[in-house]
């Protein structure tokens, strides 16, 4: 065969063999299991769970651990802490289990016509309110790429989800699945922390920037999501023998430091939570046909464990 069309025998071999492995499907990568995530990252893209800042709230079905975020809600956080101190929440109940909604907690006498309701002590019966907080420095933000409908920007700040408005130079907590706000009536500063609530449904988002969100669950949730519902009206108890009984409320500051849980969160600045929000945006593992390649704030999972 003549060197030229030897020359152009083998160019269209090649050509044939690249249509070919151009119409063949591409395996992707599979994703990296979240195990091997969370076993993979480093001593410093953990932070402990700062004692004067945490919650714990003991229930018949467990222990509730709660992060408060001062940063966000500075007087509300404040003035919990003094309820907590004074030991207000001590008897008191979770009141309300609002399916796909909210769990609820606080004086069972303040809905009861007649009753005196239990001295707040030392703590503010009003506050002005703290829906959102002005964009500051100190204010740690990772921008999470995927769009939102609520927000013109969202991710996460020193361990909570947050949203921004650069315009408005405001930002705020919002409400994600074991999110705790404060209840408050139709006076924008009734909510005084007395009454607490935590998101235990669908992340009801529409309350952003309408109540003053003060931190997280960061353990426990399923012992408030797993509550009976309530019949009345909201998933409030009608009967006070529904209520669930709180035995006692403190900081992690004020226990024994041999009798602390010594929780540690996963940095949300940090590469590997980066590679914890990738592995959901984009899973790849056998189950899985097509990725959805994007992801919703609330379904970012944020890690915790005990400090090794």
């Known amino acids: 065969m003549p060197a030229r069309k030897t020359l152009w025998f083998a160019l269209a071999l090649t050509i044939a063999s690249a249509s070919d492995a151009a119409d063949k499907p591409t395996t992707p990568a599979k994703s990296r299991a979240l195990a091997d995530i969370l076993t993979a990252a ?20 467990g222990t509730v ?35 796909n909604y909210v769990s609820q907690w606080g004086d069972p006498s303040e809905d009861v016509e007649g009753s005196v309701p239990k001295p707040l002590g030392s703590a503010k019966a009003t506050l002005p309110p703290e829906f959102t907080a002005p964009i500051s420095a100190k204010m740690p933000f990772t921008r999470l790429p995927d ?14 989800p947050v949203a921004r408005d650069p315009r408005a130079k405001t930002t705020w907590l919002t409400h994600c699945y074991g999110a705790v706000g404060v209840g408050r009536g139709l006076e924008l500063d ?24 003060v931190g997280r ?17 909201l998933g409030f108890y009608e009967d006070a023998k529904q209520y669930v009984p709180i035995s006692s409320v403190r900081m992690e500051s004020e226990v ?41 704030l609330c379904n970012v999972q944020i890690p915790v464990r005990t400090a090794p």
């Open 190 to 213: 009734s909510g005084n922390g007395a009454s607490l609530y935590a998101v235990i449904g669908h992340s009801p988002r529409h309350l952003d920037r309408n109540i003053a969100v």
């Open 65 to 99: 651990v709660i992060e408060l975020a001062p940063l966000y809600a500075p007087q509300h956080v404040a003035n919990i802490k003094t309820l907590v101190h004074e030991h207000y929440f001590d008897g008191t109940a979770v009141i309300r289990s609002h399916d």
């Open 147 to 160: 769009g939102d409908v609520y927000a013109p920007q969202v991710g996460f700040s020193g361990g909570f």
């Open 256 to 296: 024994a430091p041999e009798k602390r849980l010594h929780l540690q969160v996963m940095r949300t600045d940090s590469a590997s939570f980066a590679a914890v929000a990738e592995a959901r945006r984009n899973r790849r593992d056998d189950f899985y046909v097509v990725p959805a390649g994007h992801i919703e």
């Open 42 to 61: 480093p001593a410093s893209d953990w932070r402990d769970l700062d004692p004067a800042n945490t919650m714990v709230m003991d229930l018949p079905g």
């Open 217 to 233: 669950v960061v353990q426990g949730i399923e012992i408030l999501s797993s509550l009976p519902r309530g019949t009345g009206p």
